[in-house]
């Protein structure tokens, strides 16, 4: 009998152990395919679930950030360094819903009221290192007058891409594709324009978590396999 009470308890003190982690866990999620986060300098006025962006109003280290359904991510941070802020209170994505169907959907569903207008660095940590990343950004703000303005968005060990804000009013992104962290999970998003005039447009970021081509290559090999497996 003390034999069996004794199994019993560590049976309950192991149940006790995982539905602990479990609820730890439940508040919290890890960064996995399909996950989206959204990055805004300057507030946001639609906040509902799809559409729930990180707003930085001012810049700084924020250690709780959530995705595009206002999920906290599980050990993931974002550091803004910027000059200064625009806080006009102009719809800075105006014309996005415009240019024909292009611009994601997170950025035309949304409306960011604010931008930053000099040299900025985004350096998001925390990452899962096992996936690649999709990053699009977009610049224009000011209105027409600025639409002959150029601005360079970069990814540090990706590239760059330099648009002028005539073709990002209308919705043109600067683009980066399968963009891999480094070992501690980062990525070092950063703003600038030609001849360091150092004035630079920046509206928003949005950062989608895809898996790595070689991942998708093996589950494209395991599905052949599976195919020609069942054909025999």
Known sequence: MKQTNKQTSVLLATAMGVFGCLSSSASAATVVVGTQIGF????????????NWNDFAAS???????????????GVSINFAAGGMNGAGENSWLGLST????????????????????????????????????LYSTSHGG??????SEDIHSVTG????????????VGAFHTFLGVSPDID??????????????NPAFNGLLINAVPEPSTTALLGLGGLALILRRRK
């Open 40 to 51: 805004a300098p300057g507030p946001t006025v639609t906040d509902d679930v799809g559409n």
């Open 60 to 74: 700084g280290l924020v250690t709780t950030i959530h995705d595009l359904d206002g999920v906290t991510l599980d």
């Open 99 to 134: 240019n024909g169907g292009g611009a994601p959907a997170e950025f035309v569903d949304s409306v960011t009221t604010d931008l930053s207008f000099s040299n900025a660095t985004v350096t998001i940590t925390g990452l899962n290192t096992g996936l690649t990343y999709n």
């Open 143 to 148: 209105g027409s007058n600025f639409d002959g």
């Open 158 to 169: 990706y590239g760059s891409s330099q648009l002028n804000r005539g073709a990002s009013r």
């Open 185 to 198: 999970g980062k990525i070092v998003f950063t703003t600038s324009q030609p001849s360091n005039a150092g």
